[in-house]
């Protein structure tokens, strides 16, 4: 997805000066380095200064700029979280706040690039928008919606390198709304960012077996698309919701409230990271499935409830 955002920000940056790229401390390469050549006054590395990075970037946005701050998503987000709350999200200043690597797809750094909560912590703040993307397609449209129509400090959660496309083909991306990517009946898949991965992996298996779900991008987490689940909950008897992140305030929570909020009698069945800290370096696979999440844990897990 890195690949992507340095490239859309890079056409967009040709013809709109108001662009922005603040860094800290990330080497460009690739689309990156070819926008700090063509905008060697537009690309600023603060170097090992996260909290310089946003205020910098409010700064900008005080003089009707258009900046992007980018880095790891730990370091975008905690590490600065005073200046994003008081510099951004206090005066509701547009500014974009890319997190890179999100959740446990830094997985062979260790507990220090590893991001759990930051849904939940960005969720927290007024003002603060989420958009996680689930694949490359999904991230350029979110770009396009943060260069071109955001009013609102946007923290945009991304992945890293080499995910796949699933939502080509697919309903148009809406800011703000929850998105089809696959058409199906009875038993909904629930996801975001690129371990979307697993629900169309799952579905696969499942089609073997005669069920096809329907999988569904939230894409927008704040504000979240009520009336969208609300048409969920009355098509669906089966939620399975899948996220790379805290079993605390991410979507299995967002979901599980308003399903009481509105009455709904189905079976909700969440997959997220638990509540304690990740001490394992290696593969992202072989993480996640210490928390439960891998392809044969929710498949043998959705067989008891399907009763396949």
Not at 26 to 53: L, Y
Not at 154 to 173: C, P, Q, V
């Amino acid at each position: 997805m890195r690949n992507k955002f340095s490239n859309v920000l890079a056409q967009f940056a040709e013809k709109n000066k108001k662009i922005y790229i603040v860094v800290a401390d990330i080497s460009p390469a690739g689309a990156m380095e070819e926008f700090q050549r063509k905008n060697p006054d537009r690309f600023i590395n603060v170097g090992v200064a996260e909290q310089t990075m946003i205020s910098v970037c409010a700064g900008l946005s005080m003089k009707g700029m258009r900046p992007f701050a980018y880095t790891i998503s730990t370091f975008a987000l905690y590490r600065p979280f005073e200046m994003v709350r008081t510099d951004l999200c206090y005066q509701n200043l547009p500014v974009t706040v890319v997190g890179m690597g999100a959740g446990s797809i830094y997985s062979t750094l260790g507990a220090t690039h590893l991001t759990q909560e930051d849904v939940s912590i960005a969720k927290s703040i007024p003002n603060m928008q989420i958009i996680a993307p689930c694949d490359p397609d999904e991230l350029s449209d979110a770009l396009k919606y943060c260069i071109k129509d955001s009013k609102k400090p946007t923290y945009l959660r991304i992945g890293k390198a080499g995910e796949k496309t699933f939502s080509n083909n697919s309903e148009k991306w809406k800011f703000g709304k929850i998105r089809k990517l696959n058409k199906g009946k009875e038993i909904c898949f629930l996801s975001f960012g690129p371990i979307i991965r697993f629900a169309f992996e799952i579905s696969e298996t499942l089609k073997k077996k005669g069920i096809n779900p329907s999988i569904y991008s939230c894409h927008t987490l704040k504000p979240f698309d009520k009336e969208g689940l609300k048409k969920i909950f009355k098509n669906y008897q089966n939620i399975v919701i899948i996220e790379d992140h805290s079993e605390i305030g991410g979507l299995g929570e967002i979901v599980k409230v308003l399903a009481y909020e509105n009455n709904y009698k189905g079976v909700i069945t969440a997959f997220g990271l638990k509540d304690k800290f990740i001490h394992c370096y290696g593969d992202q696979n072989d993480l996640l499935e210490k928390h439960g999440i891998s392809k044969n844990s929710i498949y043998k897990k959705l067989k008891k409830i399907l009763k396949i």
